[in-house]
Nanobody
Framework: QVQLVESGGGLVQPGGSLRLSCAAS????????IGWLRQAPGKEREGVAC????????YYADAVKGRFTISRDNAKKKVYLEMNNLKPEDTAVYYC????????????????RGQGTQVTVSS
C-alpha cells in the first residue's frame, strides 16, 4: 500500500533551519509529483512546495519562496524540504503528499498524505 512517512520536525529558534524528509513506499515515486503541505492551528492545510516527477521543477508558496527548498532522490525513494530562516508563522504540522491533480497548492488535489511532523518555531 502507498505510504509516506515524514521525519525531521522539531523545535527551532527563529532564524534557524530544519530539514524534513519523506520516505515513500508502495508506489513508483519517480512517476509522481510530490508536495509538502502544512497546517497551522486553526487554519486549513495548504500547499507549501511541490516538485514534479521527471524534470524536478519546483513550485513554492509566496510565504516560503527564497527560504525553503524542495528536492527529491528517486533512487532512495525520498523527498526533502530544506527550511531556512524559519519564522514563528512557519509553525505547523508538515505533511508529505502525493499529487494527483494539477493544483499543487490545494490540499484536495493530493490523494495520499503522511502522518505529519510538527515544526515549532519559537524562542
Amino acid at each position: 500500500q502507498v505510504q509516506l512517512v515524514e521525519s525531521g520536525g522539531g523545535l527551532v529558534q527563529p532564524g534557524g533551519s530544519l530539514r524534513l524528509s519523506c520516505a515513500a513506499s508502495g508506489f513508483t515515486l519517480s512517476n509522481y509529483a510530490i508536495g509538502w503541505l502544512r497546517q497551522a492551528p486553526g487554519k486549513e492545510r495548504e500547499g507549501v512546495a511541490c516538485i514534479t516527477s521527471s524534470a524536478g521543477i519546483q513550485y513554492y508558496a509566496d510565504a516560503v519562496k527564497g527560504r525553503f527548498t524542495i528536492s527529491r532522490d528517486n533512487a532512495k525513494k525520498k523527498v526533502y524540504l530544506e527550511m531556512n530562516n524559519l519564522k514563528p508563522e512557519d509553525t505547523a504540522v508538515y505533511y508529505c503528499a502525493r499529487l494527483y491533480g494539477s493544483n499543487w497548492w490545494m490540499d484536495e488535489d493530493y490523494d495520499y498524505r503522511g502522518q505529519g511532523t510538527q515544526v515549532t518555531v519559537s524562542s
